[in-house]
């Protein structure tokens, strides 16, 4: 089946500094990639929508400048999370859709210490 | 906009028993998408069931099935033969056609089945 493969699983930054979460589809071409944050025991929050090639479309309330997401080729897409501070620390989740539906990656937990 | 309302925070079943988790949604949509997703501890999603709107027939996946009432809106998962690997959160989820569509989630059911 369709697999999404996200690095890295757990990361551990300093505030202030940046880091770039990346989702590759591994046996299919992904041209849409949506990236969802999660926190503790709640649901999961759409928080932008990658397309390869354009730029991408962010939900009310994210901000761009903060979350940047890339999506340079067919199979793989990256957000990048911009002078992180403690509250950015969540886990963050992409997610692709194929003919039988919606794969997710296996998620980044970011801690900004 | 759709929205999805998941009313049960909780649920606990025995092993072996059967558990129906209720999952409600608005849309205005005729053809659509409807999921139920799994959430272990490890947090990987993964897909349950699903479900087209177009489609009469509930949707079965072994020992897992949906009541899906189109008029009433409204999308149960039925457990049956509960094994202690189903504890985990599971999400109802809602999706228009097309790859491209985003899905919209419920908030949850935290599921544990106990001994």
């Known amino acids: 089946g369709a697999v999404v493969s996200q690095h890295p699983s757990r990361v551990i930054c300093k505030s202030g500094t940046s880091v770039k979460i990346e989702c590759r589809s591994l046996d299919f071409q992904a041209t849409t990639m949506f990236w969802y944050r999660q926190f503790p025991k709640q649901s999961l929050m759409l928080m932008a929508t990658s397309n390869e090639g354009s730029k991408a479309t962010y939900e009310q309330g994210v901000e761009k400048d903060k979350f940047l997401i890339n999506h340079a080729s067919l199979t793989l897409s990256t957000l990048t999370v911009t002078s992180a501070h403690p509250e950015d620390s969540s886990f963050y989740i992409c997610?692709?859709?194929?003919?039988?539906?919606?794969?997710f990656g296996s998620g980044t937990r970011l801690t900004v210490v | 906009a759709q929205t999805v309302t998941q009313s049960q925070p909780e649920m606990s079943v025995q092993e072996a028993e059967t558990v129906t988790l209720s999952c409600t949604y608005d849309t205005s949509e005729n053809n659509y998408y409807l999921f139920w997703y799994k959430q272990p501890p490890s947090r990987q999603m993964i897909l349950v069931i699903r479900?087209?709107?177009?489609?009469?027939q509930n949707a079965t996946e072994n020992r897992f099935s949906v009541n899906f009432q189109k008029a009433a809106k409204s999308f149960s998962l039925k457990i049956s033969d509960s094994q202690l690997g189903d504890t985990a959160m599971y999400f109802c989820a809602f999706g228009n056609t097309g790859t491209a569509s985003k899905l919209t989630f419920g908030t949850g059911t935290r599921l544990q089945v106990t001994l």
């Open positions: 997610s692709a859709g194929t003919d039988y539906g919606y794969t």
């Open positions: 479900q087209e709107a177009y489609k009469q």
